[in-house]
């Protein structure tokens, strides 16, 4: 199973929302199973507090986990904003693969800590938008594929099996003939 997890704040009228319809289009037509996770369209709160969160929010990030545990492939879209996910997708990422879940640590027979990936075997497509240039993504060294795909990610045991960015998005919601190519290749 795909599971989709979409973090824009516009699931309609956006460059990420057309993004979402064409890969759940060509899910579809490929009779491929899926879900969707949009984070804002649930609400999900992703702030961390020093309080007990409420049941609402610790039933949601059950159901997160779930799914994600469920899945074999992770489809991530979302827009590069300051070079960086969007705080909601920083905050589902810290709530829903946390240690317990998606890693844990192991005492090894010399008491060094040994790394449990517990989502190994899993792949992952990243989907992504910028409104600014490539040089000029390029020229900050691309942190989105160092945090995102290695450190969070390839840390789990999530392989990145495709990183898709759209540059200069602007105007209307349509996708380039390009972008539609690298897409469908990745599915």
């Given at each position: 199973?795909?599971l ?10 956006s ?9 759940a289009g ?13 984070l804002y369209?649930d609400?999900?709160?992703p702030?961390?507090?020093t ?9 949601l990030?059950r ?7 469920m899945a074999?492939r992770l489809?991530?879209i ?6 960086n ?5 920083k905050?589902f990422?810290e709530?829903v693969?946390?240690?317990?879940f ?7 027979s010399d ?17 992504n938008?910028?409104g ?19 450190c969070v ?7 990145v099996?495709?990183r ?7 105007g209307?919601a349509?996708?380039?003939k390009?972008?539609?190519?690298r ?5």
């Amino acid at each position: 199973m795909d599971l989709i997890i979409f973090a824009h704040p516009d699931n309609l009228g956006s460059h990420n929302a057309a993004i979402l319809k064409h890969v759940a289009g060509r899910l579809r037509m490929k009779f491929a199973e899926f879900e969707v996770i949009d984070l804002y369209a649930d609400g999900f709160d992703p702030v961390f507090r020093t309080t007990r969160e409420p049941e609402s929010k610790a039933a949601l990030v059950r159901k997160y986990q779930q799914k994600v545990a469920m899945a074999d492939r992770l489809i991530f879209i979302h827009p590069v904003w300051w070079y960086n996910v969007p705080a909601m997708l920083k905050g589902f990422i810290e709530h829903v693969f946390h240690s317990g879940f998606a890693y844990d640590f192991k005492l090894s027979s010399d008491n060094s800590q040994i790394l449990e990936q517990k989502l190994k075997g899993k792949t992952a497509i990243v989907i992504n938008t910028y409104g600014r240039s490539k040089a000029e993504a390029k020229a900050r060294g691309n942190p989105l594929a160092i945090v995102l795909d290695k450190c969070v990610l390839g840390f789990c045991g999530i392989k990145v099996a495709a990183r898709i960015e759209w540059f200069d998005v602007k105007g209307p919601a349509l996708l380039p003939k390009e972008i539609v190519n690298r897409i469908d290749a990745a599915l």
